[in-house]
């Protein structure tokens, strides 16, 4: 079956300072999404990416697409303790989606 | 809109009991979901419903049973708790290719 391998596992950063997680499928994706999970909290959608080669921003929080349509990144621009939680890439079709194992993000004050 | 709702939030029991957990959603979406997330394993599906009348088996639906009671309401059934079943399970619903998850169920199976 579909696999969506997401790297790092977990990252410590200071506050000020960048972030990105990755993420790589076994198989090409008609779309890619990714969530955001607060401590203690539940997934919450941030974006969709549909075009190969795909690029997008929500204010500090750039995402891209892959060409081959295998991988994405995430990239957050000057972390702020608010951003702190776990990133979750999510590949497949709209009735199925699978979950990468996410990126735990603690940001140091 | 309260959105996607379950019950309960917090369960305990004993390996061997039975429980049904309860999800509901007030967004009139079609599809449905019940996932389980475990430290480093990111979220699993166990089953889902496209529509109301039908059900399918997602990645790991050994040990539980689903019913979509109608389009609001999508159950999952655990017959006889065992420990590995101990998880934080999540109900979603999907609306224009974006899942709307519950607050989620945390159960423990002693």
């Known amino acids: 079956g579909q696999q969506v391998m997401q790297i790092p596992q977990y990252q410590h950063v200071q506050e000020g300072e960048d972030f990105t997680t990755y993420c790589n499928s076994s198989t090409t994706l008609s779309n890619i999404q990714w969530y955001k999970q607060r401590p203690g909290g539940h997934p919450v959608f941030l974006i969709q990416l549909v075009k190969s080669g795909e690029v997008k921003k929500q204010k500090r929080l750039t995402f891209q697409f892959g060409e081959a349509k295998k991988n994405s990144s995430l990239h957050i621009t000057a972390t702020q303790t608010t951003d702190v939680g776990t990133y979750f890439c999510?590949?497949?079709?709209?009735?199925?989606?699978?979950f990468g194992k996410g990126t735990l993000l603690t940001v140091n004050p | 809109n309260a959105g996607v709702t379950q019950t309960p939030k917090f369960q305990v029991l004993k390996t061997g009991q039975s429980m049904t957990l309860q999800c509901a959603q007030d967004m009139n979406h079609n599809s449905m979901y019940w996932y389980r997330q475990d430290p480093g394993m990111g979220l699993r599906l166990i089953y889902y419903?496209?529509?109301?009348?039908?059900?399918d088996k997602g990645e790991v639906p050994n040990g539980y049973n689903v019913s979509r009671l109608n389009k609001r309401e999508f159950s999952l059934r655990l017959e006889s708790a065992a420990p590995s079943q101990t998880s934080v399970y999540f109900c979603?619903?999907?609306?224009?290719?974006?899942?709307?998850f519950g607050p989620g169920t945390r159960l423990t199976v002693l």
């Open positions: 979603a619903s999907l609306y224009t290719d974006t899942q709307y």
């Open positions: 999510a590949g497949g079709s709209n009735y199925k989606l699978t």
């Open positions: 419903s496209a529509s109301e009348g039908t059900t």
